[in-house]
């Protein structure tokens, strides 16, 4: 069974940082290209992150770039989203996805991506 595991979301008061790991169980990121993804209430979910098979593309959505940064150890078949001077802004659910079929172009639309970890709740207030 494809899973992916979302771990490391929590609590934390703005300008804060947190970590968020992405582990998937039952087959190898080494053929994935990965995306995170978030959901604040009442809202549409949106793309934050995402990184190609080999690690040389990647991209941000313009309200993260240059606080966020995603990377992958595919020997531990996890990915990361570091993620610095938080803002109450990025409350939300955080979910990471996995995209086989553009491995080098999966880019940030929700709908190229076909297995999704269960979320993991970020909340930023002080």
């Known amino acids: 069974q494809l899973q992916l595991v979302e771990s490391g979301g929590g609590l934390v008061q703005p300008g804060g940082s947190l970590r968020l790991s992405c582990t998937a169980s039952?087959?190898?990121?080494?053929?994935?290209?990965i995306g995170w993804f978030r959901q604040a209430p009442g809202k549409e979910r949106e793309g934050v992150s995402w990184?190609?098979?080999?690690?040389?593309?990647?991209n941000y959505d313009d309200s993260v770039k240059g606080r966020f940064t995603i990377s992958r150890d595919n020997a531990k078949n996890t990915v990361y989203l570091q993620m610095n001077n938080l803002k109450p802004e990025d409350t939300a659910v955080y979910y990471c996805?996995?995209?086989?079929?553009?491995?080098?172009?999966?880019?940030?639309?929700?709908?190229?991506?076909?297995?999704w970890g269960q979320g993991a709740q970020v909340t930023v207030s002080s």
């Open positions: 039952g087959f190898s990121l080494d053929y994935y290209a």
């Open positions: 996805a996995a995209n086989r079929d553009d491995p080098e172009e999966a880019g940030l639309g929700y709908f190229n991506y076909d297995v």
């Open positions: 990184i190609s098979v080999s690690g040389r593309n990647r």
